[in-house]
T-cell receptor, first 113, second 114 residues
Framework: GNSVTQMEGPVTLSEEAFLTINCTYT??????LFWYVQYPGEGLQLLLK?????DKGSNKGFEATYRKETTSFHLEKGSVQVSDSAVYFC????????????FGGGTRLMVKP | DTEVTQTPKHLVMGMTNKKSLKCEQH?????MYWYKQKAKKPPELMFV???????INESVPSRFSPECPNSSLLNLHLHALQPEDSALYLC?????????????FGEGSRLTVL
């Protein structure tokens, strides 16, 4: 079956630091990959996505590249802000009934001024 | 309009109460979902409706009863819940159940069962 593994948090960074949150997956076929962000007290928002190998998703300074050879979709940002403090979920879609999303466990990011 | 709207935002109920959670979207999406999220955990899928028909039920107890009156609305009827059912309930929609489409989530209904 499908699975997504994320680095455990919390990740604590100072403002303007470089961010990497690792995500690896297991799936057959050609899944689509997503990063969602959840701010405190809110639902999940799509941050970026990639639907085929070597695609790069980007949004709000965040980037992730779909690497089929390493089955990875690591999230990066060059300079984090306090407002980026949230929980980040990596997810994949594909190869199951209804193409259901399989979520990773989530990584909490805390950015200090 | 790219919103999924959920009501109420907060709900407190006793174990003998009957209540409902409501979800609405006007994006023309034909797949709608209910998820349950406990603190510090990822969302867990409960139900999927595709073209207004229940397509997936992830072995959810019968005290949760979903309903899809039309393509824009999704309800979750609650009856005889247990304290362990306290959680954030998220509604989501997607254009179809195709693998490339992203889910759009509402802000959730936070349920407390006393």
């Amino acid at each position: 079956g499908n699975s997504v593994t994320q680095m455990e948090g919390p990740v604590t960074l100072s403002e303007e630091a470089f961010l990497t949150i690792n995500c690896t997956y297991t799936a057959t076929g050609y899944p689509s990959l997503f990063w969602y962000v959840q701010y405190p007290g809110e639902g999940l928002q799509l941050l970026l996505k990639a639907t085929k190998a070597d695609d790069k998703g980007s949004n709000k300074g965040f980037e992730a590249t779909y690497r089929k050879e390493t089955t990875s979709f690591h999230l990066e940002k060059g300079s984090v802000q306090v407002s980026d403090s949230a929980v980040y979920f990596c997810a994949l879609s594909g190869d199951n009934a209804g193409n259901m999303l399989t979520f990773g466990g989530g990584t909490r990011l805390m950015v200090k001024p | 309009d790219t919103e999924v709207t959920q009501t109420p935002k907060h709900l407190v109920m006793g174990m003998t109460n009957k209540k409902s959670l409501k979800c609405e979207q006007h994006m023309g999406h034909r797949a709608m979902y209910w998820y349950k999220q406990k603190a510090k955990k990822p969302p867990e899928l409960m139900f999927v409706y595709s073209y207004e028909k229940l397509s997936i039920n992830e072995s959810v107890p019968s005290r949760f009863s979903p309903e899809c009156p039309n393509s824009s609305l999704l309800n979750l009827h609650l009856h005889a819940l247990q304290p362990e059912d306290s959680a954030l309930y998220l509604c989501a929609s997607r254009l179809t159940t195709g693998r490339t489409g992203e889910l759009f989530f509402g802000e959730g209904s936070r349920l407390t069962v006393l």
